[in-house]
Nanobody, 121 residues
Framework: QVQLVESGGGLVQAGGSLRLSCAAS????????MGWFRQAPGKEREFVTA????????YYADSVKGRFTISKDNTKNTVYLQMNSLKPEDTAVYYC??????????????WGQGTQVTVSS
C-alpha cells in the first residue's frame, strides 16, 4: 500500500516557475521509483519525467528537457518537480506516480490525486 499526495500547483505567468511536491507513505520510499505525468483537458495523460529508486538517475520527455528537474529525497519520503521557463502548453493536471521493484517500469502501480498547473500567456 502506497499513498501519494501532490501539492504546489497553481497559476503562474509564462516564463515563471513552480515546484511540485509529492509526499509518499505506506512503503519504504527508497524502494520506490517515482514519476510525474500530466493531463490537459481533452488530451491523453502523458509522461513527463521519472527518477530511479535511489534518485541517482532520471529521464525526461523531450518537451520538458532543460526546463524541468525531478529530484527524490529519500530522507523526507518526497519527490519534487521543479518547473522553470513554464509555457502555456504546460497547463495540465500533474500526477505523481510510484512503482515497486524496478527503476523505469512499463506501468506505475500507485497514483496521487493530481494538482492543477495553469500557465497564462
Amino acid at each position: 500500500q502506497v499513498q501519494l499526495v501532490e501539492s504546489g500547483g497553481g497559476l503562474v505567468q509564462a516564463g515563471g516557475s513552480l515546484r511540485l511536491s509529492c509526499a509518499a507513505s505506506g512503503r519504504t520510499f527508497s524502494s520506490l521509483a517515482m514519476g510525474w505525468f500530466r493531463q490537459a483537458p481533452g488530451k491523453e495523460r502523458e509522461f513527463v519525467t521519472a527518477i530511479s529508486r535511489s534518485g541517482g538517475s532520471s529521464y525526461y520527455a523531450d518537451s520538458v528537457k532543460g526546463r524541468f528537474t525531478i529530484s527524490k529525497d529519500n530522507t523526507k519520503n518526497t519527490v519534487y518537480l521543479q518547473m522553470n521557463s513554464l509555457k502555456p502548453e504546460d497547463t495540465a493536471v500533474y500526477y505523481c506516480a510510484a512503482s515497486w521493484g524496478t527503476d523505469y517500469p512499463r506501468a506505475y502501480d500507485y497514483w496521487g490525486q493530481g494538482t492543477q498547473v495553469t500557465v497564462s500567456s
